[in-house]
């Protein structure tokens, strides 16, 4: 899908070389329509033999017994090792307790910061807590910044992180019932709106900022939560003189360095697939640390296997990259979400609820108790299959 299959060609030469009796056709899927097209394909058992899924589809195909289950491929292949991966990430790929997808690359999202800023508004070093990005951008408001935080209103990933943050979990009763209205869940929601009403972030959706590189570079705001994507945006669209004058950094938690999200996406193999010692073959290919080091260099996106950070890249490695170096050490310190099949669903529904705190039209009591009422209603044909199954 998208950027990813623009390039895929160019690794999948190097796989039918080794492979002369092979040949893999790529079929490119834009990621608004990508959902929508497997399940179609399913339905009409048309699946390919593999294909890049997001993380948050799986538990969704699982549930549907569309993939194939990987622990005796895994086990016939020592050259895939589980422990090489990022805990957080390898936890994302085995919803209801069985693995259906290999990690090809992985996304989380942590601070792009304007160092020079924070010095200059005599902040001293990285903030590592809540209280310590509070005090900062309270710093960077008293040395004139209006907005020291962009914060775009329509993004559920900034809220979704804090809330992965809180030791309980999003959901509750593994999985039935949604969990918003809990004290952990508050307390993140709260940091959150607060933001936008002492003035932190402007209210503004991604939409309503017309280039916001161009005002990263003016200096409108010092903090943006983004993906590893944005390290090539920055450096390609600011000023030569700026390039030292930003980094990356973790993002804080309520006591010190905060989780946050597990994403990205992964290779499964459908079940229906005619070709599966071949499809295999490929996902253990592009599963090689110096091919994910190759894709890195072609797209941008992170590897998930440790080894990969550790290889060579243009005189240094990527773990030592100044930019990348932050998501190397944040990658140690996510959270997977629900492996649960409704959870595209439960994000839009919680996402619309803090834009509405956020606007003001609804209190966060009432926000977070009808998102619980909302999601709890979504999950009903869940609790439904479950108690069935559990009775069975």
């Known amino acids: 899908m998208g950027r990813e299959a623009e390039v895929a060609a160019q690794l999948i030469a190097g796989f039918e070389r080794e492979h002369p009796g092979i040949r893999v056709k790529v079929e490119q899927l834009p990621w608004t329509a990508a959902h929508e097209k497997l399940l179609t394909a399913f339905a009409g058992d048309a699946t390919p033999d593999l294909a890049q899924v997001g993380n948050t589809w799986l538990p969704e195909m699982q549930a549907l017994g569309a993939l194939e289950p990987l622990e005796p491929w895994l086990a016939a292949s020592p050259e895939v090792q589980p422990a090489d991966y990022f805990d957080g990430i390898w936890a994302t790929n085995a919803p209801a307790g069985r693995r259906v997808g290999l990690p090809w690359y992985v996304d989380t999202r942590l601070l792009f910061v304007r160092q020079d800023l924070l010095a200059a508004a005599g902040v001293p070093r990285m903030p590592v807590t809540w209280a310590d990005w509070t005090a900062a ?65 402007p209210g503004l959706s991604n939409n309503q900022v017309a280039n916001l590189w161009l005002e990263f570079g003016r ?17 390609r669209r600011l000023p030569p003189e700026l390039g030292q004058a930003w980094t990356t950094a973790e993002l804080p938690g309520p006591r010190g360095p905060g989780v946050s999200i597990a994403g990205g996406a992964s290779l499964a193999m459908f079940r229906r697939s005619a070709h599966k010692r071949e499809a295999w073959a490929l996902i253990s290919y592009l599963s090689r640390p110096e091919v994910q080091l190759a894709f890195y260099r072609l797209t941008g996106d992170l590897p998930p296997r440790r080894s990969a950070w550790a290889l060579p890249l243009e005189g240094a490695t990527l773990a030592e990259d100044r930019h990348a170096a932050a998501f190397r050490r944040q990658l140690e310190r996510v959270r997977p979400t629900p492996a649960v099949p409704e959870w595209e669903r439960i994000m839009q529904e919680m ?36 108690d069935r199954q559990e009775g069975a």
Do not use: C
């Open 137 to 201: 951008m309270v710093r960077l408001r008293e040395h004139g910044m209006a907005t020291p935080l962009l914060l775009p209103t329509n993004e559920f990933e900034p809220l979704l992180a804090l809330a992965l943050q809180q030791p309980g979990e999003v959901l509750r009763d593994g999985g039935r019932y949604g969990n918003f209205a809990s004290a952990d869940f508050r307390r993140a929601l709260g940091f959150y709106a607060e933001r936008f009403r002492v003035g932190d972030a």
């Open 219 to 235: 200096g409108s705001f010092a903090f943006y939560i983004s993906g590893p994507w944005n390290i090539g945006e920055f450096k």
């Open 351 to 386: 996402q619309l609820a803090a834009a509405r705190v956020v606007g003001g039209r609804e209190t966060e009591d009432t926000a977070v108790r009808q998102l619980d009422a909302r999601v709890d209603g979504i999950l009903e044909k869940r609790r439904w299959m479950l």
